[in-house]
């Protein structure tokens, strides 16, 4: 057969067309994508300051905590009022007067509504590298403070005494216990990534506290575990420039409503451990036998927050699959309330008289954890779930 100039050409034309000339693209309209779970109802939008904590009070009163990570913040706890942050309890507590650390906050981590009438404040007591007169944990800095819901006024300041917060001490999370002792105990993690992982217990009517289960490994960071967040390796640039994983240790805590075990985990990690109480408040226990008392209850996922509910269910966080789980500890059986793209690192959970409360702070993107480039994109969100859950009653402990 004889091909002419123009067959040749026409030949050619054919042999570069693309692909979807060959063949229709697939219809896409119904393939399967992630399935959201739950109904989260935006609250409030922070558009400038970053939150960690959130706590809702039982006639709804809400308040936030923003910790000194080096965003320059203006106030380190507030309220949430007709749409407004408002520094709580007064602007002028809200500096970090590192001079007199009894009488300022420093750097906010967590804020509880117990039902005690307070609002307890655990301030780190630690500042960033850059933007204050002092850097890293100030003197005399950690501590418990309790401001009356009442009138907005500060009627208790606690220390946490050098014993108990170390030099390497980061202050995370706290949960109370009013029927122990004279005034109450209360429960706190160290979650420090440069020194051991610890559970601090405080007596509220002497301020004396304690460290149990210092360096125990389920106080610990997983040291195998790379958290993958976003679908990317959560790392942050070493020394040396190499990418490495900042493994943080115990963080989130939830107590059951009798009071007689302590849930933990840390925040790199993925598993949930308890322990009795008895275990904490005995000041002549050893750490071997402390250790024996403590129980793996495997996985849960990878949680920053954690709170228990009335009826004994543990409500947990997982940042990395931007979900809210929840557990039966009377059956030992896990469900999934809340999974979301908008639940971008989900940190911490309340309860309060309308459901369930939690704010996502997209933690995973600040510049430290993406080479140097913030991320973030405000405004971070409080969210809520709609669903039957009461704060556990302080009568029931």
């Known amino acids: 057969m004889r091909l002419t100039s123009a067959s040749l050409c026409l030949a050619s034309a054919l042999l570069t067309l693309p692909l979807a000339a060959w063949a229709a693209e697939p219809a896409t309209s119904n393939v399967a994508t992630d399935r959201p779970a739950g109904q989260l109802i935006p609250v409030f939008a922070f558009h400038d300051q ?11 009163r809400r308040f936030a905590s923003y910790p000194r990570w080096g965003d320059g913040n203006a106030f380190t706890v ?6 407004r942050e408002i520094p709580w309890p007064s602007k002028a507590i809200n500096r970090p007067d590192i001079q ?17 009438g307070n609002i307890w404040l655990l301030d780190t007591g630690t500042l960033p590298d850059k933007g204050y007169a002092a850097s890293g944990q100030v003197k005399d800095g950690p501590k418990l403070v309790a401001v009356r819901l009442a009138d907005n006024t500060v009627v208790r300041t606690l220390p946490v005494p050098p014993e108990a917060a170390t ?40 301020g004396d506290a304690w460290r149990v289960l210092d360096g125990h490994p389920s106080t610990q960071a997983d040291p195998a575990m790379v958290p993958i967040v976003e679908g990317r390796r959560m790392t942050a640039t070493g020394k040396d420039g190499q990418q490495v994983v900042r493994r943080v240790p115990a963080d989130g805590i939830a107590l059951s409503p009798d009071g007689s075990t302590l849930y933990y985990s840390a925040l790199t990690g993925r598993h949930l451990y308890s322990v009795p109480t008895a275990t904490l408040l005995d000041r002549h226990i050893t ?10 209850l495997g996985e849960k996922g990878a949680s ?3 709170i228990m509910d009335n009826s004994g269910h543990l409500y947990a966080t997982d940042y990395e699959h931007n979900a809210i789980h929840r557990l039966d500890t009377r059956t030992g059986d896990w469900s999934t309330i809340a999974h979301d793209p908008r639940l971008l690192w989900p940190d911490t959970l309340s309860i309060g008289p309308d459901g369930v409360y939690v704010t996502a702070n997209q933690l995973h993107r600040q510049a430290a954890f993406n080479q140097g480039r913030d991320l973030r994109q405000p405004p971070y969100m409080l969210y809520r779930l709609d669903m039957d ?9």
């Open 167 to 206: 030099a390497t001490t980061y202050l995370n999370d706290v949960r109370f216990d009013f029927s122990k002792g004279k005034a109450g105990v209360a429960y706190m993690t160290d979650s420090s990534f440069t020194g051991p992982g610890a559970i601090i217990v405080m007596d509220l009517a002497s």
């Open 78 to 83: 507030a309220e949430l009022k007709d749409g």
């Open 389 to 397: 859950a009461e704060p556990v009653a302080p009568e029931n402990r």
């Open 287 to 296: 750490e071997e036998e402390a250790a024996r008392t403590v129980t793996d």
């Open 304 to 306: 920053d927050g954690m």
């Open 50 to 60: 970053m939150p960690t904590g959130i706590t809702v009070t039982r006639d709804g």
């Open 100 to 116: 007199h650390p009894n009488d300022a906050l420093i750097s906010v981590q967590s804020v509880v509504a117990p039902g005690d």
